[in-house]
């Protein structure tokens, strides 16, 4: 008689805590968002475990460009998050800077055909990089 008395009280319990989540679902699926409700606000701080691999990526090389688009995020935050780490963003951006050697090969490529973003992929470098690169070759022409 115990056993069966035990049963029926954890059924009823069940019953409850069932009925408990159904009314629950209702709250929740009545309370969605309409598509003219206001829009949610925008994240101000990134979490702990997403500053830690922003950091790592910063030291791997990855430019403040780079991780705000990795991380779907402003660059005034990223550059906010790496001065709280203790960067000094001040100092000039580590640009991927040409020899002058690559930068005469990259104007004879150009001349013979290459184009600017063939020049960029082959040096792994930004399209301002190589517009620096071939302008110089116009200016040393002109003086």
Known sequence: MVDVVGLLRNYFQQARKTAKLAELLATAR????????????????LH????????????AGASPYELA???????????D???RAGFDLTVKAKRAA???EQKAEARRLFASGATRRELM???????STIRRAL?????????
């Not at 688009?69 to 550059?79: I, L």
């Not at 302008?135 to 003086?143: H, I, Q």
């Open 81 to 83: 998050t790496l001065r």
């Open 135 to 143: 302008r110089s070759s116009v200016e040393l022409t002109m003086s």
């Open 98 to 100: 040409l020899s002058e």
């Open 69 to 79: 688009e990795r991380y779907n995020v402003r660059r005034n935050t990223v550059g």
């Open 30 to 45: 009545s309370s969605t968002r309409e598509a003219a409700d206001r829009p949610l606000p925008r994240q101000n701080t």
């Open 121 to 127: 992929e082959m040096y792994g470098v930004s399209e």
């Open 48 to 59: 702990r475990s997403v500053v830690k691999l922003l950091i790592e990526d910063y030291e």
